[in-house]
């Protein structure tokens, strides 16, 4: 039987997240047929090591964000030789970091928002381009530190005096519309989703993952070339970072003139959540994966890139 180590939990700003991820893949797997460690992750790697002695068989990484999901644990279980789920170390390191991300994004002729890296001091002496804009951290996930500046919104020098994630926040144009978004599982896109927030203002944290906290229209009802458009950047995104297993694609789209409208993609995931609101599942469920074939599906994609 296949022995299969579930790392979650971590030590970024999605640990709860990851916890929640880590449980549910732990009981799908069980649920699949194969013998499962959990491990929750802390800051002692050398604890991490020691539970991974001796070597699993793979190794289902439901970390997010820093260091796990950033090619961090990537390289140690490259160095162990153990496979792994989900994306390698490059992938992973290029996919969380935004402004790397954007340029490959860019050379690969894809879709991306009109933005820049800004010094948090002149982020707090001025706006650093025409409202609204989006005030976001360069590496982190699931919104973590997303802000929205509207026209006649002074809270600018706030979020600058109260940032904590470096001395930079990557500023880009705000895209109206609607929030869509594309997984895709190997070199297949699954479907489009559009996220309908409750709060409605954008996908932040809460909405992700508070029950309740969003909407979700599969398939999206959306101009059949802009459906189109959006299945096809999203594998594109994925072959451009160098991604593997699964991935998952953000887009704006921009119908305020009319369809089709203008496709934007923000960021690609290569971690996608896995709680009881995730949105891979669900597009997983639309092509009639259940929860222990995806998570299984998974383990035997792993691979080992020592």
Request: charge should be negative; aromatic fraction near 6%.
């Amino acid at each position: 039987m296949t022995r299969v180590a579930v790392l979650y939990g971590g030590i970024s700003a999605e640990r709860e997240v990851s916890l929640s991820s880590g449980l549910q893949v732990v009981s799908a797997l069980r649920e699949a047929g194969f013998d499962v460690d959990p491990i929750e992750v802390g800051a002692d790697l050398g604890a991490l090591i020691a539970a991974l002695t001796p070597r699993p068989d793979v190794v289902f990484n439901a970390l997010h964000g820093r260091f796990g999901e950033d090619g961090a644990i990537q390289g140690v279980l490259d160095w162990l030789a153990i496979p792994y789920t989900h994306s390698g170390v490059r992938a992973s390191a290029l996919a969380m970091d935004k402004v790397a991300a954007k340029a490959l994004f860019a050379s690969a002729g894809l879709p991306i928002a009109r933005g820049r890296m800004v010094p948090i001091d002149e982020l707090e002496a001025a706006d650093p381009m025409p409202l609204p804009y989006v005030i976001k951290p360069a590496n982190e996930g699931s919104s973590v530190g997303v802000e929205i500046i509207r026209h006649g919104d002074n809270r600018r020098a706030e979020v600058a005096r109260a940032w904590r994630f470096g001395g930079e926040a990557m500023v880009e144009e705000f895209i109206p519309g609607r929030e869509l978004t594309v997984a895709v599982m190997g070199d297949r896109p699954l479907a489009v989703t559009e996220i309908l927030a409750d709060a409605g203002v954008f996908y932040d944290y809460e909405s992700k993952y508070a029950a309740g906290g969003s909407r979700h229209v599969i398939p999206a009802d959306l101009h059949p070339d802009a459906y189109a458009r959006a299945m096809d950047v999203a594998l594109a995104a994925h072959r451009a970072i160098g991604c593997r297993g699964a991935t998952r694609c953000d887009f704006r789209y921009d119908d305020t003139a009319g369809e089709p409208g203008r496709l934007v993609l923000l960021e690609i995931n290569t971690q996608p959540g896995l709680t009881p609101t995730s949105l891979l599942p669900e597009q997983a469920a639309h092509h009639g994966y259940s929860f222990p074939r995806l998570c299984a599906w998974m383990v035997e994609n792993a691979q080992c890139r020592a």
